[in-house]
């Protein structure tokens, strides 16, 4: 049987996982056994993160809109129910951005759903 010589394989594996680990603290950017344990770990929470952002920004938009609507004598629940009754169907983030960037707007859609209910 001929014989096979990995060098270059395995170099460009090494490489591609130091270049992964470009940025970390200590060995873990410079050894390839801890840098190869620490990139996988890395990669496991930007798995995990891109999931959790999702909820952290749909937490952030409660939180503002229950804010903006208690200023205005409603908590968030109540509006929820109330545009759902109306058959306003906004979702969460425009009503958070409604709410943030344009007070006045949200004013006339908080009295718009008084008037109704």
């Known amino acids: 049987m001929t014989r096979v010589k990995r060098g270059n394989v395995a170099r460009k594996r090494r490489k591609e996982v130091l270049n992964l680990a470009e940025g970390f603290r200590g060995s873990?950017?410079?050894l390839f056994?801890?840098?190869?344990q620490q990139t996988m770990k890395a990669l496991r929470y930007a798995y995990r993160d891109r999931q959790q952002r999702k909820r952290d920004y749909a937490s952030l938009w409660v939180s503002r809109l229950n804010a903006a609507a208690?200023?205005?004598g409603v908590n968030y629940n109540t509006l929820r129910c109330d545009l759902k009754k109306s058959g306003i169907l906004l979702n969460r983030k425009v009503?958070?951005?409604?709410?943030?960037?344009d007070q006045e707007a949200f004013h006339q859609l908080l009295t718009l759903l008084s008037e109704n209910g």
Not at 33 to 36: E, F, P
Not at 95 to 101: D, N
């Open 28 to 30: 873990s950017s410079r």
């Open 33 to 36: 056994r801890t840098a190869q």
């Open 95 to 101: 009503l958070s951005q409604v709410a943030l960037r």
């Open 70 to 72: 208690r200023v205005h």
